[in-house]
Nanobody, 115 residues
Framework: QVQVVESGGGLVQPGGSLNLSCAASGFTFSSYAMGWYRQAPGKERELVARIITNGMTTYADSVKGRFTISRHKTKNTVYLQMNSLKPEDTAVYFC?????????WGQGTQVTVSS
């Protein structure tokens, strides 16, 4: 079955960096777009970054120039490198894939940016 499992969250000071990972299984990883979303307390889940099969990427305006999404096809893993983190980046970060007309989400990983 399709699974995506996030890791790499934690507590970091403003200006710091974190690298999130999402391990995927149960589908042909190289054939599907992958996305990172986040949800802060009291807010709706929002798209942070997305990478499609040819490697093209899109980002939310709020993270452009600070975050980088990438994928490793042989490891079936998608990454989110987050630099220059701000307190407003605090949220639960989710990995997402849409396979055969269904959405699949991981359990999420908490990112807290605080001094």
């Amino acid at each position: 079955q399709v699974q995506v499992v996030e890791s790499g969250g934690g507590l970091v000071q403003p200006g710091g960096s974190l690298n999130l990972s999402c391990a995927a299984s149960g589908f042909t990883f190289s054939s599907y777009a992958m996305g990172w979303y986040r949800q802060a307390p009291g807010k709706e889940r929002e798209l942070v970054a997305r990478i499609i099969t040819n490697g093209m990427t899109t980002y939310a305006d709020s993270v452009k120039g600070r975050f980088t999404i990438s994928r490793h096809k042989t490891k079936n893993t998608v990454y989110l490198q987050m630099n220059s983190l701000k307190p407003e980046d605090t949220a639960v970060y989710f990995c997402h894939v849409h396979v055969l007309q269904r959405d699949y989400w991981g359990q999420g990983t908490q990112v807290t940016v605080s001094s």
